[in-house]
């Protein structure tokens, strides 16, 4: 049975407005009695709200004597979680403009009641409701589809703010890299390689004023939100321009000087020397991945060797058709590197740089 006074109710704030009182009241009464609000560095005429909610609803605030951003807010919440309520079940974050429902928020916090293993409880939106704003619904399907094909992250809302998190998986949140909106999906693929189940509970789809009141910043945030997919994109395009430059160079040099195995040859070396400045790239800048290097090294150059088999294999396989043209070798060749690239993201996030899976059975 859930006990909504063992948890605690977050709701990171910048400049809110009248509807945090209403918010607050409304999951207070549905029972829950422990709400932290954290002021992301608001203007000084917005600081009545908190001050309000301290004195006359019983909240606790923590201040940023500036803004940080969200996912900063939510950090300093669950280190605070930690120190001051060694005794509680859990968190629930919901955000404060009113867009989530009471009966939703207490819905989610059941389901988290319900799990044998300690799962990151998401309550998420259906986006083809007709009262979604255009860009929203745009927005959060391309990032779920773009999330699903690039990691394997099956996850209908990633920006959902209401979440609920057991007391067993708080501490590796504060592990998990970002300070703004990013921080949210990266927390979602840190429970992905970590082996925490991602479960959905179905909530209302509520946008007050088309959404105007967000504080999410279309360019620079997506830049952030997509960050992970952006510097591996670019370390592949980096690798590729490598590779592929090498290749070419190799490929008429070894022919040139009568080598029989020019193809193999070409392509072995350039893979090699793309190799060594791809997997550095992405272990520090990429995945950021503090696993042992001989571990990760091991890993990448079995995977390497796999697709450099397959890239010989396939060019080879495809260019019989066109004798021994080179021209043809190097066009087959950038159409099955592309192929190859979808396939070694995945591979790469999901066993190469994977982090330790999490111990999070509950305690019976």
Known sequence: ????????????????????????????????????????????????????????????????????????????????FLKNRPD????????????????????????????????????????????????????????????????????????TGLRVFPRGIIPQMLQIAGERFE???????????????????????????????????????????????????LSSVLSFLIDYVLYNIFNVAFKKAGFAKHLFLAVTLARIISSIFNFTFNRKAVFKSDAPLATTMARYYILWGFQLLASYGLVALFSKPFGDSTGAQAIIKLIVDIFLYFISFRVQQAWVF???????????
């Open 1 to 80: 049975m859930s006990d909504y006074s063992k948890i605690t109710v977050v709701i990171p704030s910048l400049d809110p407005d009248d509807k945090l009182h209403e918010v607050i009241r409304g999951v207070q009464a549905k029972g829950f009695t422990d709400i932290l609000l954290v002021d992301d560095g608001s203007a000084p005429e917005n600081q009545h709200y908190f001050s309000d909610a301290e004195s006359q609803l019983g909240c606790t605030v923590l201040h940023h004597e500036r803004n940080f951003g969200k996912g900063r807010g939510l950090k300093t919440a669950f280190d605070w």
């Open 88 to 159: 509680f079940d859990g968190v629930v974050t919901i955000d404060g403009d009113n867009q989530h429902h009471p009966d939703d928020i207490a819905a989610c916090v059941d389901v988290m009641y319900k799990q044998q293993k300690d799962s990151l409880v998401l309550g998420v939106r259906d986006f083809n409701q007709p009262n979604v704003p255009p860009k929203s619904r745009f927005g959060n399907k391309c990032t779920s589809f773009v999330f699903g094909v690039f990691c394997g992250l099956k996850c209908s809302d990633t920006q």
């Open 183 to 233: 921080y949210e999906t990266n927390m979602l693929l840190s429970c992905k390689s970590a082996g925490i189940p991602l479960v959905e509970q179905t909530i209302r789809t509520i946008y007050i004023d088309e959404n105007a009141t967000t504080h999410f910043h279309p360019i620079k945030d997506s830049m952030r939100v997509y960050g992970i997919i952006l510097k591996f994109f």
């Open 354 to 364: 994977k982090k330790p899976a999490a111990t999070n059975e509950k305690e019976s």
